[in-house]
């Protein structure tokens, strides 16, 4: 069982739909953190959110952490192929302490 | 400055061999972490040094160590090979742990 649980796991959508991917867990977490890993590469880090209600914005991605620091979300807005990829939400319990990844979103966006 | 750098990016090994895997984390980095990742697990935590210190240790069986020298490079071994040892291993370093992670690109590992 995954300490972070994502979903979907996958997601196909068409050019200039909007997404949205979830992240959750029962355990609070200190700090969560989004990356993006492409083909043949490792993730890159995109965002890191640690205060409960915090909303950061990326360009057309939007995050969210939870008020009570348990879950999080990812918004796409007007999708681009060049958002494929997969996602991947990342917590740390506390300060200090290791990462633990959920089991990632499969995001293909078609042209 | 350069990024992570893991070295080889590619290895064929067959079962019961041993592999060192190689990995130089970004320039005053002292956090070197390892990950696996397969399609069916996901991207599963191996172990962190810290200064030359293991902090943390997933649950992978005692095949699987690490270490880290002086200068924070490190290495993880693997020994007697199984097949469900294919999978593509990852190394991130950061300032601390718990921080954003820079991940190298990654030793695809497969085990014949």
């Known amino acids: 069982t995954q300490l972070l649980e994502q979903s979907p796991q996958f997601l196909s959508i068409q050019e200039g739909e909007n997404l949205t991917v979830y992240c959750n867990s029962s355990?609070?977490?200190?700090?969560l953190q989004w990356y993006r890993q492409e083909p043949g590469e490792g993730p890159v880090l995109l965002v890191t959110?640690?205060?409960?209600?915090e909303v950061k914005k990326l360009k057309r991605l939007t995050f969210q952490f939870g008020d009570a620091r348990k879950d999080s979300s990812l918004h796409i807005t007007a999708a681009q192929p060049g958002d494929t990829g997969l996602y991947l939400c990342?917590?740390?319990?506390?300060?200090?302490?290791?990462?633990?990844f959920g089991g990632g979103t499969r995001v293909l966006v078609k042209p | 400055k350069a990024g992570v750098t893991q070295t080889p990016r590619y290895l064929i090994k067959t079962r019961g061999q041993q592999v060192t895997l190689s990995c130089s984390p970004i320039?005053?980095?002292?956090?070197v972490s390892w990950y696996q990742q397969t399609p069916g697990q996901g991207l599963q935590f191996l172990f962190e040094?810290?200064?030359?210190?293991?902090?943390n240790k997933g649950n992978f069986p005692g095949r699987f160590s690490g270490r880290q020298f002086s200068n924070s490079r490190s290495e993880m071994n693997v020994s007697t090979l199984e097949l469900g040892d294919s999978a593509l291993y990852l190394c991130?370093?950061?300032?601390?742990?718990?921080?954003?992670?820079?991940f190298g690109s990654g030793t695809q590992l497969s085990v014949l």
């Open positions: 040094y810290f200064s030359e210190t293991q902090r």
């Open positions: 320039s005053g980095h002292r956090s």
């Open positions: 990342a917590g740390a319990v506390a300060a200090g302490n290791k990462l633990t």
């Open positions: 991130a370093s950061s300032f601390f742990s718990g921080e954003k992670l820079f």
């Open positions: 959110v640690v205060t409960g209600g």
């Open positions: 355990s609070v977490f200190s700090s």
